[in-house]
């Protein structure tokens, strides 16, 4: 029973280059959220879907793009990478929200460090 | 922007003991619901306990009790029995029908032995 699974657990990057962050969850949850968790700032979301198709931008989205192609993916992207973007990635998924009491689940995070 | 506030950004507390930690929450929704998750130094986050804003009595499940207080717009977490496995970071959350979780800054607590 995987739940959600991030790959990868750590990445290193320079300054300008690309990458993926790519979230799978076996739960059949139709909302999928990426946040990032820096020191003394908890949790802010990035982007979050609420549906196979459909994306919109949380608190802090600049400099990020998102997709779900699938249900069950959800994917992050960094165009040009900052060192400002260096963080702990997590993705989480949940039922509809409509299900109040239906909590997120969460991946084990993905380290970024951009230099 | 509606927040969540966790006044202590550490917390001590002796083995056995109980503790409380605080959240306040800022929400114009009438129906939301209120989570604590704790983050242990492994880094994943697991979910503790639910309140919901219509629920009349206060969430429990197992050592951990939640506090609610909605005139107050307060969540507190309660944990009896403190036990070293206990020491983490410990987050509220809240929940917004229809749309996505706010998180507050968190609190680290140390139970000491």
């Known amino acids: 029973n995987a739940g959600v699974t991030q790959t990868p657990k750590f990445r290193v990057l320079k300054t300008g280059q690309s990458m993926t962050l790519l979230c799978a969850q076996d739960?059949?949850?139709?909302?999928m959220y990426w946040y990032r968790q820096d020191p003394g700032m908890g949790l802010r979301l990035i982007h979050y879907?609420?549906?196979?198709?459909?994306?919109a931008k949380g608190e802090v989205p600049d400099g990020y793009n998102v997709s779900r192609l699938k249900k069950q993916n959800f994917l992050l992207g960094l165009e040009s990478a900052a060192p400002s973007q260096t963080s702990v990635y997590f993705c989480?998924?949940?039922?509809?929200?409509?299900?109040?009491?239906?909590?997120?689940?969460f991946g084990n995070g993905t380290r970024l460090t951009v230099t | 922007a509606q927040k969540i506030t966790q006044t202590q950004p550490g917390m001590f507390v002796q083995e056995k003991e109980a503790v409380t930690l605080d959240c306040t929450y800022d929400?114009?929704?009438?129906?939301?619901?209120l989570f604590w998750y704790k983050q242990p130094s492994s880094g994943e986050m697991i979910f503790l306990i639910y309140?919901?804003?219509?629920?009349?009595q206060n969430a429990t499940e197992g050592r951990y009790s939640l506090n609610f207080q909605k005139a107050r717009k307060s969540a507190n977490l309660v944990i009896s029995a403190s036990q070293l496995g206990d020491s983490a970071m410990y987050f509220c959350?809240?929940?917004?029908?229809?749309?996505?979780?706010?998180f507050g800054p968190g609190t680290r607590l140390s139970v000491l032995p």
């Open positions: 309140q919901g804003s219509y629920d009349e």
């Open positions: 929400t114009s929704d009438q129906s939301y619901g």
């Open positions: 959350a809240r929940d917004n029908y229809g749309q996505n979780f706010v």
């Open positions: 879907s609420v549906g196979e198709g459909t994306t």
């Open positions: 739960m059949n949850h139709e909302y």
């Open positions: 989480a998924s949940s039922f509809p929200r409509s299900r109040v009491n239906s909590p997120l689940h």
